[in-house]
């Protein structure tokens, strides 16, 4: 056969997909018909139940007369609600993401002893080995960080000095810690291989240092000066608290979970929970969210105009404006109704950082406030709905973190170093009890059909 140009090849294998992407196509009136229930939600919106957990538990409504009822959200780790366990660590002006890690991972607060040991332990778990930022970052960089980290967790599989195999608890928590310590490391230097190969900076990689929390060696590792104040180490690290766990039954978690009953190794499930955190409709929406706000304030010249912003979130709902989806990103969410307790939390941090960085904070920051107002109406009023949803924790993290200024290729990353915890409690609390590798069942909807020899079939050109 002779050979072909690449241009040949694209044409193809464009032509092959013309003639046959209707083989893709499903009825939508399958799903009715057999009763499906899509993204593993009841009809009524709650989640299907697939499982227990002691992790986290997450409460948007309850369930009354068969039928749910919403109410103000709230998070639990381990039973502690996440608001008590902020404000303790703030009351004590300490930070709290390396105790909210201990809890998550061992199940109860730790004792002064017990986190001073646990910190201990991290610090000497956060170098990376001989060589990987080398030959597994700076050799093959990648233009998405989220992308990076996941190769980079497949990668450390082949550097496990033990048996990167072995399920047992004590094996995997040992694993669990080094993966925790060493995530905020790959990023940081995903970062940097980033904006060298793919930005043309200069490149600059600095090595965790001891004594600092996981919110400073962050700031530190991240900033080419490496300076940061009390006040964002702080604010960072109260962002890492709030992400850091959400149950069993968010999308990353899930698959985590999903992988994990197959009995693989940690680290194909830890990577496949960072793959499902990078989409838009997960922990990507911090990213959507600051792209869709360019576009408000591109079109609004007036972010103070509520007529002009309403017209423009319109725009956005009847997919004329924006990336076609429809959506208004960090609005609505699978459980919260009619609040996330992380939103209000982070809305009044924001409220402060913006005071203090000045009045053109301050107008983005109404601005923020007036889309979370708005946009529930607008999405109602234009599909004809009456549903209750409130602003989620992806709509303010990303303007917090750019108020930190910290870049915008770091907004998902950052949320996979705090989810980093509850992800390897899941896999503990999912291979350390007897239970059936997860497979829900799809229905079969194309017919049966007889092989055709070569000669009776029909031409594959056009």
């Not at 083989?23 to 939508?28: C, T």
């Not at 499906?36 to 409504?61: C, E, F, H, M, P």
């Not at 973190?401 to 290729?409: A, F, G, R, S, V």
């Not at 915890?421 to 497979?439: D, L, S, Y």
Request: hydrophobic share 40%; net charge negative.
């Amino acid at each position: 056969m002779a050979e072909i140009t690449k241009a040949e090849a694209r044409a193809i294998f464009e032509r092959l997909c013309e003639e046959h992407i209707q083989n893709i196509r499903l009825d939508p009136s399958g799903y009715e018909l057999y009763k499906v229930k899509r993204g593993l939600r009841n009809s009524d919106g709650t989640g299907v139940v697939a499982g227990i957990t002691r992790i986290g538990n997450v409460q948007g409504y309850i369930i009354q007369d068969n039928e749910p009822v919403a109410i103000p959200g709230k998070l639990f780790y381990r039973g502690i609600d996440v608001e008590e366990l902020i404000a303790g660590c703030q009351a004590e002006d300490r930070f709290g993401f390396e105790e909210t890690a201990f809890l998550l991972l061992f199940g109860e607060l730790p004792t002064q002893a017990q986190l001073d040991d646990f910190v201990r332990a991290m610090e000497e778990y956060r170098a990376l080995p001989y060589r990987f930022t080398e030959d597994m970052i700076l050799a093959a960089p990648s233009q998405d960080v989220m992308n990076k980290l996941g190769r980079g967790i497949l990668a450390l599989y082949s550097y496990d000095q033990n048996d990167p195999e072995d399920n047992s608890y004590t094996a995997q928590m040992e694993k669990a810690m080094y993966l925790i310590a060493r995530c905020p490391v790959i990023v940081a230097h995903g970062l940097a291989a980033k904006q060298h190969y793919h930005d043309h900076a200069g490149l600059h990689l600095f090595d965790p240092q001891p004594g600092l929390s996981t919110a400073e060696n962050f700031l530190y590792s991240v900033r080419r000066d490496n300076h940061y104040s009390k006040e964002e180490a702080r604010l960072l690290d109260l962002c890492l608290i709030m992400h850091a766990e959400h149950g069993g039954g968010n999308n990353s978690a899930f698959a985590c979970r999903v992988l994990s009953s197959s009995g693989t190794d940690i680290y194909s499930a830890i990577s496949a929970a960072v793959g499902s955190l990078k989409g838009p409709k997960h922990g990507g929406a911090n990213k959507k969210v600051m792209e869709q706000f360019r576009v408000i304030e591109s079109e609004v010249s007036d972010w103070d105009d509520e007529t002009a912003v309403r017209r423009c979130l319109m725009r956005i709902a009847s997919e004329e404006l924006g990336d076609g989806s429809g959506l208004i990103y960090g609005l609505g969410h699978a459980v919260y109704t009619i609040s996330d307790p992380r939103t209000a939390i982070l809305k009044d941090r924001a409220r402060a950082v913006a005071a203090a960085k000045g009045p053109d904070a301050e107008k983005e920051l109404r601005l923020f406030e007036m889309v979370e107002r708005l946009g529930p109406e607008v999405l109602n009023e234009y599909r004809g709905e009456h549903r209750v949803f409130c602003a989620n924790v992806d709509f303010y993290s990303g303007l917090v973190y750019k108020m930190l200024d910290i870049p915008e290729d770091l907004f998902t990353p950052l949320f996979a170093i705090s989810r980093m915890v509850g992800w390897c409690a899941h896999r503990i609390e999912e291979t350390c009890n007897p239970g059936k590798i997860i497979r829900p069942a799809y229905k079969a909807v194309e017919k049966a059909k007889p092989f055709v020899p070569m000669a009776e079939r029909g031409s594959m050109s056009p």
